[in-house]
């Protein structure tokens, strides 16, 4: 595992460029699976995540070349359908193979992804699609596997709007016979990406973004040249590094509305947000107000930002009600910034915030990649040197963070132990 050196009290300024979106290339990437022919995807992250979906789309027997931020993908050789549970378990999302291997082979089988620490990450209302669309599904030793003769089209209702369930029944659905309508769907910019990306290549997606989303069954597919959206999540992570430093800084290549939550938050806690075409500028030269934050499906305050929000308001002037709704257990955070001298009381999914008038650096570590997040924005506001291990959870979704926050003037080092 690797580690990051951070000397905090530097102010971030500058201009951050945002890299594509970690959560919209990684189901266009499993849909790629439905084509029996070359794509390409444009402004794709250097990300460890999208390196776990690149080997398993070699494994099932793509062929995949990625250089800088453009892959070439070719699924003409995919001849497998079966994926071990050693993949499975590096990444959850390795599980949006479910949905275009039964839409393009009838026959599937996974392992369950397991939990991670942010929560047990079920996957009942993915089956609950696929069955509905006439998938026998048998759950053994770990695995789950499905089948069909013949995918039909159904209407589908989402007990709760997940995203990944949401995208693994969309890519079933393209292939089906007839119509498809899924009620209470998630509504995520990704979500948009993706029927985008489907409807690119010949499928009929419509209503993503909304929580009725309709798809009707074609025969065929084709190739496509695509260009991913940018990260909603990295590009808030920037803003609030510039808040946390009381920093100056240029945010660029979003799309502001896939920001609004994060922007009227921010604006909330006293900092200054100026939003311009595909860029915001972010500044701060005083504390923070406190705020109260409640996380909830898009378009509300997205789960992704609730660590580094906490970070911010660990200094804030005042208390901070922060309400985690969507995981179960996405606090792991806490005692680590607790341990940097914040003033955190959990009481159930909701922590109460004290601001203090500092924090101190000291050796913390990271257990998810926001949480990461969140203690490289904490250890840039405090006061000596902090060392935050495990940052091989940031490079999951971050691409270099290190450079780019060094390149607006912070001082972090990484460390190979
Ligand atoms: C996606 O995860 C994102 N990952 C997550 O981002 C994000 O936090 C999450 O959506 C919520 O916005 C990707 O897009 C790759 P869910 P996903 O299914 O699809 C429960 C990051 O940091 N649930 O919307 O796994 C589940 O337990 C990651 O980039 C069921 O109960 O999230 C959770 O409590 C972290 N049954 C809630 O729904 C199911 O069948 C939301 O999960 C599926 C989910």
Redesign the pocket.
Known sequence: MQRFMITGGYRLAGTVKVSGS??AT??IMAASLLLDEKCILRGVPRLRDVEVMRDLLVYLGASVIWEKDVMYIDTQGVGYQDVSEELMRRM??SNLVLGPLISRYRFARISYPGGCD?????????LKGMQAMGVGIKEKFGYITAETEKLKGSEIYLD??????TENIMMAAVLAEGKTVIRNA?R?P?IVDLQNFLNCIGARVKGAGTDTIKVVGVDGLNGTDYTVIPDR?EAGTHMVAAAITRGDVVVTNVIPEHLEPVINKLREAGVYVEVKDEQVRVSMDKKPKAIDIKTM?YPGF???MQPQFMALTTLAEGTSIISET???NRYKHVMELRRMGADIRLEGHTAVVKGVPGISGTLVEAS???AGAALVLAAMASENGTVVDKVDHIDR?YERLENKYNALGARIIRVHN
């Open positions: 970690k959560n990684l189901p959850r999302a942010i929560g047990s990450r079920p996957m009942n209302l993915h709760l709007p997940s995203v990944g369930a998630a995520e990704e999540i499906p997205p789960t992704d969507i995981f179960e998810d990649l926001r979704g």
